[in-house]
Structure formats: structure tokens, C-alpha cells
């Protein structure tokens, strides 16, 4: 019975093979090597772990690795090996590359600019005077606003620019704000695509896309945040806590952290506020027997969700009775109750862009406020029209 080898093994053979024959280990071939060490197994395995091994063999002869230290902020990427004609290693050197940051110290790096660089807000916003209901939750949703996106009526049906942006969201909130009954707490969620484009080229994440788009980026990111603050201001007027959750969408899965994070900078001496950094795909919200989760809806999506919900949330799942998904992506209205849970997709405000009417797309254009009932759930919901926003400025 023909012997098996292990990687060990087999590196201190073909080393030794090397010496004896006086063949350079990087010249060794492997069927050579197995004809002349008949008695050993040329067994699949054997062939497969003939790489490592001759790998391990060349490190075993090399010269030792230089000991200085790594250039800040750099890892090992591999070990390069100079070896003459008879064999013998003459030298070496490490190849090295910039190490990626994790998740964990970008969001660090990039909150403590943003501290530095967003002044917080100078003077204070006065709470609502009038009785509010702590039994309610009053939820903001924002479909794909698509700040930054440009459109030309005669081409797409309706104009839209920064400006028309600005002016839709904010007239929108203003008027729901003073809708439907008081409620205590206010969530305000950005369902992604806050933005149109998520990079100075004008492209989506993937950068893959031609783009409608007005102006340039970094005016595009101020009107932006200038518009969110609008919103949380007109909140924080009516409600006595506002929450902004702002989701990753496939327009702008880079700008969504920028956002939230400026934010919650400008935000920071505000204790009527909570803006949690944007760092998943997903987030929930429980209220009393209500559990709300929120999420663009490029990724996972209907029936998906309700099992995705009741795994990532397990004991809010059992606490709740009343469970619900808010989602955008789509640009129109779809609504469908699942076991346990309805899934809703919300309208956007924003105008379409030439790709998007020349292919047909002829969904309305709106925006809601929807109050939950901590003990019942659903309990009311106003609606405003981009039609009746462009009268009511008028």
C-alpha cells in the first residue's frame, strides 16, 4: 500500500529532492517528482495539496523577512522570493498594500469630521404647547425623494430640479405635520434614494448609470441636508420626540450615511431629536404592539420580509401584534398582508426622469403621514397630492 503524505511531509521531501538533485525548487515539477518517489500515494489529494507544499518548501530555504515596520495603515499583501539558477533564495522582499478600513473605524473617522466640519444647531426649538397623545406614533415616509434628479416636462411629462425638491418635500411636511390627531412621538423615514446620485461623477453607488442630474455634487448634498432639516424642524414644532431614520438605497448607499451622520452633528444639543448612523439595510421600530420595520426594498421584498422580520426580531416579534414594513424603490403604492405582517411601498414626490418615462412609468406622486395606535395599531393617515402642493403654492 502506497504511503500518504501531509503537507509537512510532502514540503521536506520536494526540499530534499531539490538538494539532492541540484534543481532550483521553483523548477520541480510535480509528475516528475511523483515518478521518482514511486512508493508514495499520487492520489487526487495529494496532487491537490502539491502547491501548498512546494510553497511551504520555498519559505522553509528563504532568507528571513525583513523585520522593520509595516508603513502605517498597510498589511502584507505577499512575500516576493529572487532565487538564482541553482536554487538558492538571494533575496527578498514584502509586497504591502493600504489596509481597508472596517466598518466600525470608518464610521469614526467620518463622525468626528463631520463634529468638526457641521456646526450644531445655535438656538433651541420650542416643543408644542398643546396636549399631545403619548398612545401615538405618527410616521413620516418619505419615498425615493431623488434629490439632485432633473427633468424637463416637455420630455418627461413634469419639471423637476433642486429647487422643486425643496419645495415639494418641505411644503409636504409642513402640511401634514398639521393633519390628523397629536401624537406624541414622530418617526421620519427616509425610504433611500434620498438622493439621486451618490458620487461626484453623477453615478449610483455602482456607478453604472447615466444620470439626469442638476448640478453639482456638493450643492446637490447641501440642499439635501437643508430639506431634512426642514422637515425635522417642522416636526419637532408638533411632536415632543422625532426620530429620523434615514435607509440605504441603490442610489445613494454612501450619501445615506453622510446624511444621518450630519445630522445627528447638527442635531447634537437638540434632546428632542434621535438620528441614529445609517449602517444596514434594515431597522425596526417598536411601539407599544406595534413593530415597524423600514427598508428601501432593492434587496429583500414581500413574503421575504415577514419571515426576515420575525428572525432578526424574535422577542419584539412575540411582544407585538400589529406589524408592518414601510418601503419605497418602486415609486408606486403597493400594499399586501403577509402571515403577521403588511408590507407597504410608498409613492414619491419627485417627477420622473427621462429613462423613467420612456419607459412607461405613470405613477402618482405623493406623500403620507400614517398614526399608530400603540394598543391597536393603524389608526389614521393623511395624504397630500403633488397636485395639491403646486396649488396650494400658487
Known amino acids: 500500500m502506497k504511503k500518504s503524505l501531509t ?3 510532502l514540503a521536506e521531501m520536494i526540499a530534499a529532492y531539490a538538494a539532492a538533485t541540484g534543481k ?7 509528475d516528475v517528482f511523483f515518478a521518482a518517489h514511486a512508493g508514495y500515494s499520487r492520489s487526487r489529494e495529494q496532487k491537490n495539496m502539491w502547491t501548498a507544499a512546494k510553497r511551504l518548501a520555498m519559505q522553509s530555504s528563504s532568507v528571513p523577512l525583513p523585520t522593520e515596520p509595516l508603513p502605517k495603515g498597510h498589511k502584507i499583501k505577499g512575500v516576493s522570493t529572487y532565487v538564482d539558477g541553482d536554487g538558492r533564495v538571494v533575496g527578498q522582499w514584502i509586497k504591502t498594500a493600504q489596509q481597508a478600513e472596517s466598518e466600525q473605524e470608518l464610521l469614526a473617522r467620518i463622525s468626528s469630521q463631520v463634529l468638526r466640519d457641521v456646526e450644531p444647531r445655535s438656538w433651541p426649538i420650542a416643543a408644542p404647547s398643546a396636549a399631545l397623545d403619548s398612545d401615538l406614533l405618527a410616521v413620516y415616509p418619505l419615498g425615493d425623494p431623488h434629490v439632485g434628479l432633473l427633468a424637463w416636462a416637455p420630455e418627461t411629462g413634469a419639471d423637476f430640479n433642486l429647487g422643486i425638491a425643496e419645495d415639494a418635500l418641505t411644503l409636504a411636511m ?14 421620519i423615514v427616509n425610504l433611500g434614494d434620498f438622493f439621486h446620485y451618490d458620487n461626484a461623477s453623477g453615478r449610483t453607488t455602482k456607478g453604472d448609470h447615466s444620470l439626469d442630474t442638476d ?4 450643492k446637490v448634498l447641501a440642499v439635501g441636508l437643508r430639506i431634512m432639516v426642514a422637515l425635522v424642524d417642522a416636526a419637532l414644532e408638533h411632536h415632543a420626540c422625532v ?11 454612501h450619501t445615506s450615511l453622510m446624511l444621518s451622520l450630519a445630522l445627528a452633528a447638527y442635531y447634537r444639543h437638540e434632546p428632542r431629536a434621535h438620528i441614529p448612523p445609517t449602517l444596514s439595510h434594515r431597522a425596526y421600530h417598536e411601539h407599544g404592539a406595534c413593530l415597524i420595520g423600514t427598508t428601501h426594498g432593492d434587496r429583500a421584498h414581500g413574503e421575504d420580509l415577514a419571515s426576515i422580520m420575525a428572525a432578526e426580531q ?10 408592518y414594513w414601510l418601503c419605497g424603490h418602486v415609486h408606486h403604492t403597493r400594499r399586501q398582508e403577509y402571515r403577521g405582517v403588511i408590507v407597504e411601498s410608498f409613492r414619491t414626490l419627485a417627477a420622473r426622469d427621462s429613462w423613467h418615462a420612456a419607459q412607461g412609468y405613470v ?6 403621514r400614517i398614526v399608530y395606535h400603540r ?4 389608526s389614521s393617515r393623511e395624504v397630500v397630492s403633488v397636485g395639491a402642493l403646486i396649488a396650494g403654492a400658487r
Do not use: F, Y
Request: proline share 7%.
Open 7 to 9: 503537507v509537512e511531509q
Open 24 to 30: 532550483p525548487l521553483v523548477g520541480i515539477n510535480r
Open 174 to 187: 409642513r402640511d401634514l405635520v398639521l393633519r390628523g390627531p397629536r401624537a406624541e412621538r414622530a418617526l
Open 215 to 218: 448640478s453639482r455634487a456638493p
Open 243 to 253: 426620530e429620523v431614520d434615514c435607509r440605504i438605497g441603490n442610489h445613494d448607499a
Open 314 to 323: 424574535p422577542e419584539a416579534w412575540g411582544r407585538t401584534r400589529h406589524r
Open 363 to 368: 405613477s402618482g406622486r405623493d406623500m403620507h
Open 375 to 378: 394598543a391597536h395599531g393603524e
